[in-house]
């Protein structure tokens, strides 16, 4: 025990990030996922009375989950005797079985139990952003009007989502035995894909609403990086934080002072985040060395081509482009081809980026992009009536008001001589 | 006598610090180490990088790449290199070389730095 008692804020962060792991805990324990919120609930109102007393304990994430487990299972006592016992008593033998209770409590544990609490959220029949509401909820921890916000919806409404939500993941399917190898990696996989959506949330955000929701990327790089140290090995999660990392860098230099998108071309870079660039590139250089390709890995490796350029003019195209070739050959999709189509078009001009895109226009004559970056192809090969048409069909699938007016500058552009 | 001087905390509380309060942390240091610097008592200052970006080099006949931080209790801190590489690959390739030219047991942990600030001391 420090002889320091802690401050305020240091004991709110703890509890903040102890939560994961302590409600993955009470879940194995409890098999009940309201018990086990209600019991972190009451392990961190303990928490608050005895910390600033006592000083913090040398292991917070232990001393929640057995306080948690040791004051439910009193409740539960309780309620069944109708006789109640004495709580101080019960907590002053905590310092004492606080330290074989960590020792018992390794990483192995930890591990499936948080990797179970997020899996729980990512439950089939719940549609995409269901999954995302209910991770920030119980994982996260986030109160309901913060969701609420995040999602544009009011408060009694999120709430009633989170509630049917919870009721649909119920608990007669939750996967509580230790997972096999296989198992695992699919509950990774699913998972790693929930916190991607999660923070794009936060990461398409644009104009009023990057303040509400900017936080989601922020809750999305600490859940996988939290993943990460608990499964160090995978190059897949490692390439995931790399990839947030690195796009999360350059919020401060994605918005003007009206909330308008501005380009990578166009950014700033020196309101990038170096230190989260550096972290990023750490990560994908250690993902790289498994040999083990993934499309996270891909993602990363090429965004942190775009954060290693000191101008757009020194962006390493070839690379990118090969990047991209690679993350066609393992995901095809017509989105990748898009962007490809952008790297090509950098080195080996227009006409041939064009060719690559113009058969994708039956399968992507819905996307507001594809028609934006075809406009922008036509207009370098100075064809200004087709590309006028492009960008009019651009601004008709636009959005977000944001990406409107985006295009509209590259229409301004072409009007002038 | 020169001192190392290693800081040890909870990297997810202390990761969670907004820009402002990771300011206001460092700023309240600064008073410290500004004035070990004035007096010429201060030598190289440096930030690590999360342990999610931590590689190990275990020292054997074939020096064993793991992913992820130093994690044994029965080996202790023995000293610390700051090697300038292009990347982890070079890192790597310097941690396998000590440790080839180094016959005892024993790990490198390799860790990026986030900050770097020189310094300067006359030495012990």
Redesign the interface.
């Known amino acids: 025990m420090n002889a320091e008692p802690p401050d305020p804020a240091w004991i709110d962060r703890t509890l903040v990030c102890a939560r994961p792991q302590v409600v993955g805990a009470l879940l194995r324990y409890f098999r009940d996922l309201e018990r086990a919120e209600e019991a972190f609930q009451e392990a961190c109102l303990r928490a608050l009375g005895h910390w600033p007393r006592q000083g913090p304990p040398r292991d917070p994430v232990a001393w929640l989950i057995m306080v948690g487990r040791n004051v439910t299972l009193d409740h539960v006592r309780r309620q069944a005797r109708q006789q109640p016992l004495p709580d101080e008593a019960l907590l002053s033998e905590l310092d004492d079985a606080e330290t074989p209770l960590a020792d018992r409590l390794d990483n192995a544990d930890y591990r499936d139990d948080v990797l179970r609490l997020l899996f729980i959220c990512c439950h089939p029949d719940l549609p995409a952003t269901q999954q995302i509401a209910l991770a920030l909820r119980i994982v996260c921890g986030l109160s309901v009007n913060q969701i609420a916000r995040a999602f544009l919806v009011s408060d009694s409404a999120m709430e009633q989502r989170i509630t049917r939500a919870k009721g649909r993941i119920g608990a007669g399917d939750a996967p509580f035995e230790t997972p096999g190898a296989v198992e695992r990696a699919e509950r990774l996989e699913s998972v790693a894909a929930m916190l991607y959506l999660l923070f794009n949330e936060g990461y398409s955000a644009s104009g009023e609403q990057v303040r509400d929701r900017a936080p989601l990327c922020d809750e999305a790089i600490r859940l996988t990086r939290l993943l990460l140290r608990l499964f160090p090995a995978e190059p897949e999660i490692m390439g995931l934080l790399s990839l947030m990392l690195l796009q999360h860098a350059r919020q401060k230099a994605r918005f003007d002072a009206d909330g308008s998108i501005i380009l990578l071309e166009a950014q700033d870079r020196g309101l990038w985040n170096r230190t989260m660039i550096s972290e990023g590139r750490a990560l994908i250089d250690k993902a790289v060395r498994h040999r083990r390709r993934g499309p996270y890995q891909f993602q990363a490796a090429i965004a942190a081509l775009h954060a290693s350029a000191a101008s757009p003019a020194e962006t390493d195209w070839p690379q990118i482009d090969l990047l991209y070739r690679g993350l066609e050959q393992i995901q095809p999709s017509p989105v990748v081809t898009l962007n490809r189509a952008v790297a090509l078009s950098k080195v080996a001009g227009p006409a041939a980026a064009l060719d690559l895109i113009d058969p994708l226009a039956d399968r992507l004559d819905g996307y507001f992009h594809y028609h934006g970056v075809r406009g922008a192809f036509l207009t370098q090969l100075d064809r200004r009536g087709e590309a006028r048409i492009a960008f009019d069909r651009a601004i008709a699938r636009a959005r977000t008001p944001a990406e409107a007016a985006q295009i509209r500058q590259y229409l301004d552009q072409l009007a002038s001589p | 006598m020169l001192y190392a001087i290693l800081c040890y905390d ?1 990297e ?2 202390v ?3 907004t820009k402002q ?1 990771d300011d206001a942390v460092i700023a309240k240091l600064s008073v410290v180490t500004d004035r070990l610097a004035h007096a010429g008592r201060l030598g190289p200052v440096f930030r690590l ?5 931590a ?1 190990t080099v275990r020292k054997g006949k074939e020096a064993l ?4 931080p130093f994690a044994e209790t029965k080996e202790q801190l023995l000293g610390v290199y700051l090697v300038d590489c292009e ?3 070079e890192a ?1 390739e310097a941690a396998q070389e000590l440790a080839r030219a180094s016959s005892t047991n024993g790990c490198y942990e390799l860790r ?4 770097f600030m020189p310094g300067a001391v006359a030495g012990p």
Do not use: H, I, Q, R
Request: aromatic residues 4%; proline residues 8%; glycine residues 12%.
């Open positions: 909870n997810d509380v990761g969670s610090w309060e990088l999360p342990t999610t970006a590689t790449v793991l992913d992820g990347g982890l690959e790597v990026p730095l986030s900050l």
